[in-house]
């Protein structure tokens, strides 16, 4: 779970499940990995049968682009049911001094991207020019922290520092490169073992070399134990790098599909399982925080949390009424405990549903005189499954509004978590945060919280893909699909994937 500390109005970002899943053989797995069976499928195609060749090229003042075509001797990977993309775009945009753009796209079909519109990127000019971002002309080039190229037979795409000559970034579609309908996969120099990153995880600082799963699903299994080869429990798919001479880079692969991050001594490697490859580099110096700035600023940067949110705290279920809390309250003056935070699980919920308050355990009078007596911040909990209640005006206009969450016939996709059958509000929707503030907003009237307990916006189902009306197993998924994957590894486990 997450929590977003507040006044009145808070923004949610999430970004849409996607259908495609990869071949029934090629999984994401906890415990090896989505490539655990390539070196087989190598040794039996050769070294690079997915090989492209730039057939025509495009340039201006500051942009490379090349077409290329499949060149390798397969014609698809694993399965009949997964082709190798015949035809890719691949482009490099130099947005300013120290910031490159490269995507490499499917010429013949479209694919899922994430919007290139806020909040990635941030589109505020004030903020933009928060940390004096270098914008050059057509006659600047010489400022460039970079030297990029693209091309060749193979197709490669190298990036190097101008000033140390180090290749930065190096992909190239001999080595490790695969392109197809449901799987992606590239690689890049390990410059140093100095390679930070993956947003949060439960372990060491430096990144140890290993695969670390980026598929956020509320399954205890599932999570890192202190090792590489587990599920993260967010999906941060960057790294900061320090190079040989000392200064510093950060890599964002800009996909929100499944994927799988692998460190080893030579080479970082990504392999996911739809999407496009879309890669931000953001150059710094000797100094790491100045990469990680021009990184922040496409993301709006960050956000410290509150000072009181560092102190101690009262959590727990249980707290069936408001007595209850009173009581604790009383024992915790009595023994002088300081406590900045106290915190309600889904118990002050009318039926657990989101968005309410159980006004016969938790009279709202009563509950507003607490909050403002207790001396504390007051955080409950909030999900972000909608219970398909017909009488509640949140599920009535979300569902009026169409930004929920749909299954692949475009209806909405029901899920199941505490209060029953859910719906999900789609946070890539256009409005949809302007929509969620506002059902916060009125929340605020009954509760006036100074927090929010973000629980389960992985988002979490109890169903493995999409619920029946009883909380069953989704129709969409025959009984082979089921057996996706194995161990805790199956992409649909507690998750909204379903495969038609």
């Not at 695969?211 to 399954?219: K, S």
């Amino acid at each position: 779970c997450y929590v977003l500390f507040s006044t009145l109005k808070v923004s949610l970002v999430a970004f849409p499940l996607h259908r495609h899943l990869p071949p029934e053989k090629e999984t994401i797995d906890i415990m090896g990995g989505i490539g655990n069976n390539l070196d087989t499928v190598r040794a039996t195609l050769g070294d690079n049968p997915y090989q492209y060749h730039v057939r025509k090229r495009i340039s201006g003042a500051k942009f490379r682009s090349v077409v290329a075509e499949f060149a390798g001797y397969s014609s698809h990977y694993r399965l009949a049911s997964n082709p190798i993309a015949r035809c890719l775009n691949a482009t490099l945009v130099f947005e300013s001094a120290e910031e490159l753009d490269i995507t490499i796209r499917d010429c013949n079909s479209s694919r899922f991207e994430i919007p290139d519109e806020p909040p990635l990127p941030f589109a505020d000019k004030k903020w933009k020019n928060r940390y004096n971002k270098t914008w050059l002309t057509s006659d600047d080039g010489e400022k460039y922290l970079y030297d990029a190229r693209v091309g060749g037979s193979p197709l490669e795409i190298k990036v190097t520092r101008r000033e140390t000559k180090e290749p930065i970034f190096w992909l190239s579609t001999a080595a490790n490169f695969t392109y197809s309908e449901q799987y992606l996969e590239y690689q890049t120099p390990r410059l140093t073992p100095y390679v930070f990153g993956m947003g949060q995880r439960n372990f060491g600082f430096r990144l140890r070399k290993g695969t670390y799963t980026l598929w956020n699903r509320d399954t205890l299994a599932d999570l890192e134990t202190g090792e590489p080869g587990h599920n993260l429990y967010g999906s941060h798919p960057m790294y900061l790098m320090r190079e040989r001479e000392g200064r510093f880079h950060v890599l964002f692969f800009r996909n929100s599909n499944a994927m799988d991050f692998s460190l080893t001594d030579d080479f970082c490697n990504f392999k996911t399982v739809g999407g496009i490859i879309h890669v931000k580099l953001f150059l710094g110096d000797e100094r790491p925080d100045t990469a990680i700035r021009r990184y922040h600023e496409y993301l709006r940067g960050h956000r410290l949390l509150p000072f009181w949110s560092f102190g101690y705290h009262q959590s727990q279920w249980g707290i069936e009424d408001l007595d209850t809390a009173e009581r604790i309250v009383r024992n915790l003056t009595y023994f002088g405990i300081p406590t900045d935070g106290f915190w309600f699980d889904l118990d002050y919920m009318y039926k657990r549903q989101l968005f309410t308050v159980d006004t016969d355990r938790f009279h709202l009078k009563r509950l507003r005189r607490f909050i403002r007596r207790s001396g504390m911040r007051v955080i409950p909990l909030v999900d972000c499954g909608i219970a398909t209640n017909a009488t509640s005006p949140v599920y009535v206009n979300l569902l009026f509004s169409g930004r929920y969450i749909r299954n692949v016939h475009g209806r909405p996709l029901f899920g199941w978590v505490w209060p029953g059958h859910v719906i999900y509000p789609d946070f890539s929707a256009p409005d949809m945060t302007e929509l969620w503030s506002s059902f916060l907003t009125d929340f605020y009237t009954d509760f006036p919280f100074g927090g929010i307990w973000l629980d389960m916006n992985e988002p979490t189902n109890f169903c493995h893909g999409e619920c029946g009306r009883d909380g069953s197993f989704s129709l969409l998924l025959s009984p082979s699909q089921r057996k996706y994957g194995h161990n805790a590894g199956q992409i649909p486990r507690t998750s909204l994937c379903s495969r038609q």
